[in-house]
Structures are given as structure tokens and as C-alpha cells.
Nanobody, 127 residues
């Protein structure tokens, strides 16, 4: 049974940083891509970043490019999202997700590309 557990959310001032973690278990993820999405109240779930587990290639939404970095640690089966220069508009519940990798990674920006989801972690950025 696949489980994805996010952690690392919290309250931070604008301009600050947070690092989110997503601990993955239940299968081998070598043929998977991992994604981060976020959902603000009353809004759709938006793509942030994705990483191919094998090889580590990455893809980002334009809104976070240059501020956020996705990475993974194979030994720990954990995916990270380093968030810098945070803005109030980054406030949302952040979810990690896992889905079978499809080339190119840029096609894996929709929620339907992912089969497994974590419960989410709240990130609040104050102005």
C-alpha cells in the first residue's frame, strides 16, 4: 500500500523559507515521477513542480521557477520542496503525489497524471 506523508509546513513571513518533505513508502518508485501541488481555499489544485525519480530531471510551474527547488533522496525515499522568497500568494495546502513517469515530464502537470496523494501540509505566508 503506497503512502505519502508530507511534513514541514507552517507559518512564515513574506520573504522567508520553508522546506517541505514527502516520505514515500509501499513500493519501489524508480519508474515514477513525484509532484508537488498546492490548493488554496476555493481554488483548484495547482501544479508546482515534478521530479523524475530515476535520473532526477525536474520541471516547474512558471509561478515558482527560481524560488522553489524540488529534489529527492533515494536512500530515504523522500522528496523535498525547498521554498524561498515566499509570498502571501503562496499560502495553500501543499500536497505531494506519485504517478508512473510519462515522457516528457512537462506532461505531468495535471492532477490526473498521479495515482497516489498525500494528505497535505498547510503553508501560510504572512505579509
Amino acid at each position: 500500500q503506497v503512502q505519502l506523508v508530507e511534513s514541514g509546513g507552517g507559518l512564515v513571513q513574506a520573504g522567508g523559507s520553508l522546506r517541505l518533505s514527502c516520505a514515500a513508502s509501499g513500493r519501489t518508485f524508480s519508474s515514477y515521477a513525484m509532484g508537488w501541488f498546492r490548493q488554496a481555499p476555493g481554488k483548484e489544485r495547482d501544479f508546482i513542480a515534478a521530479i523524475r525519480w530515476s535520473g532526477g530531471s525536474t520541471y516547474y510551474a512558471d509561478s515558482v521557477k527560481g524560488r522553489f527547488t524540488i529534489s529527492r533522496d533515494g536512500a530515504k525515499n523522500t522528496v523535498y520542496l525547498q521554498m524561498n522568497s515566499l509570498k502571501p500568494e503562496d499560502t495553500a495546502v501543499y500536497h505531494c503525489a506519485a504517478g508512473t513517469f510519462r515522457y516528457p515530464l512537462a506532461t505531468m502537470t495535471g492532477p490526473r497524471a498521479y495515482d497516489y496523494w498525500g494528505q497535505g501540509t498547510q503553508v501560510t505566508v504572512s505579509s
